[in-house]
């Protein structure tokens, strides 16, 4: 069997040097660290108070508020930094593209933490009253919504998944996209990762190592 080759066509990235590519390249160049304080909660009690955040990202400013609700935040970084990949690609110009041999595989090595914390807590200051959830709560959680909401966006019908194995989460899902494809079972695909889960849960849970 001839294996096809394989290579990669465009790029997206919101990451703690930069919301774009070139942003996060000179950076990186330049020697600069991604570290800070961290401000997504207070973190004065917690040994940790220094993280890698990504900084200066307002969701607004690329999805509607009525899409906002349905996207934790690790799933709105994957969804801004695959329309990044998307355009740059030149994917949607591409001459009789076939969708349903277009797919997203996008890791996560926890998904919607945050999402989970709120609607955890939400539920213990309210347990007397019976259970009570957001109707988002496991849509907005699991760890393969990202991929979802790209391949809803665009209209890929191709395989769609999500990887979790750690911290190599990413690193799997571009491997399998990269087999996928060479063996002909797609001819592209969305890939990558994208975690956030610097919030209490997170930080507090690593720092009981």
Known sequence: MELKRVVVTGLGAITPLGNDVPDTWAAAVEGKSGAGPITH??????????????????????????????????????LVAARQAVQDSKLEEAPNLDRDRVGVIVAAGIGG???????????????????????????????????????????YHGPNYGVVSACASSNNAIIDAFNLIRLGKADAFITGGAEAAIFPAGVGGFNQK
């Open 41 to 78: 909660f207070d973190a004065s009690k917690f040994k940790t108070q220094f993280a890698c955040e990504v900084k200066g990202f307002n969701a607004a400013d690329h999805i509607d508020r009525k899409k906002l609700r349905q996207l934790d935040l690790y799933a709105q970084y994957a």
């Open 113 to 155: 933490l945050h999402t989970f914390e709120e609607e955890a807590g939400y539920y213990a200051l309210n347990e007397a009253n019976g259970p009570k959830y957001n109707p988002f709560f496991i849509p907005k959680m699991i760890a393969d919504i990202a991929s979802g909401h790209i391949s809803m966006e665009y209209g």
